[in-house]
């Protein structure tokens, strides 16, 4: 079982209210996971950025008000945290714009747990990871 090597804080975006808490209860059991927040849209994900500081965000690429994609867009990429987008879509076109946009990471919502914290681990030790469920091998 993967777990993260230093304590972390993340933020959950999803429009799914029982997919964002879901993950956010997982995560808050899990060593080292010492703050989950959560946002329903692109929107709210700035407004919790601004209040608090984040360690890494997992990001639903389709959201109302505001994207995964215009989130990316917006994101100051010196100071912002790292971001691995959540889909449903392995689409190339998905996964390619999300890394020209600043994404670290892409996983599709059918990973497992321990997918997920151990992307959460590659991308925060500064690589990259994009789930091998994906029809696209890598960002670079």
């Not at 010492?34 to 500081?53: D, P, R, S, Y």
Request: aromatic share 8%; glycine share 6%.
């Amino acid at each position: 079982m993967s777990d993260l090597k230093y304590p972390i804080s993340v933020l959950v975006a999803d429009d799914h209210t029982l997919f964002r808490q879901s993950i956010s209860a997982v995560l808050e059991s899990r060593p080292n996971i010492v703050k989950v927040g959560g946002a329903c849209n692109g929107v709210e994900v700035f407004e919790l950025l601004n209040q608090e500081k984040w360690d890494i965000i997992l990001l639903d690429v389709e959201m109302p008000e505001m994207n995964g994609f215009d989130v990316l867009t917006r994101l100051d990429p010196v100071s912002a945290p790292p971001v691995i987008m959540i889909s449903f879509s392995d689409s190339v076109n998905d996964i390619r714009r999300s890394y020209q946009l600043g994404a670290k990471g892409y996983l599709l919502k059918e990973c497992s747990i321990e997918e997920l914290i151990g992307a959460m681990s590659v991308v925060m030790e500064g690589s990259t990871y994009i789930s091998p469920h994906t029809h696209y091998t890598s960002f670079s």
